[in-house]
């Protein structure tokens, strides 16, 4: 709503009206990996066994 006070011409008033979207935002959900078909690989079981005896027989 206007004011009805008077504001010298050298004066300025600036009103600001912020608001958060939505956690799921359609913007949010178009870039979501899991939507692009990207989600986290599950680690490789040869992999994990190569790794762990490795980490037994050559580290110290």
Request: one cysteine or more; aromatic letters at 6%.
């Amino acid at each position: 709503m206007p004011s009805t006070s008077h504001v010298p011409a050298d004066k300025q008033i600036l009103n600001v009206l912020a608001s958060r979207a939505p956690k799921n935002s359609i913007l949010e959900r178009f870039y979501s990996l899991e939507i692009m078909g990207i989600s986290p690989c599950e680690p490789d079981r040869k992999s994990v066994e190569y790794l762990k005896q490795y980490q037994e027989t050559s580290t110290e």
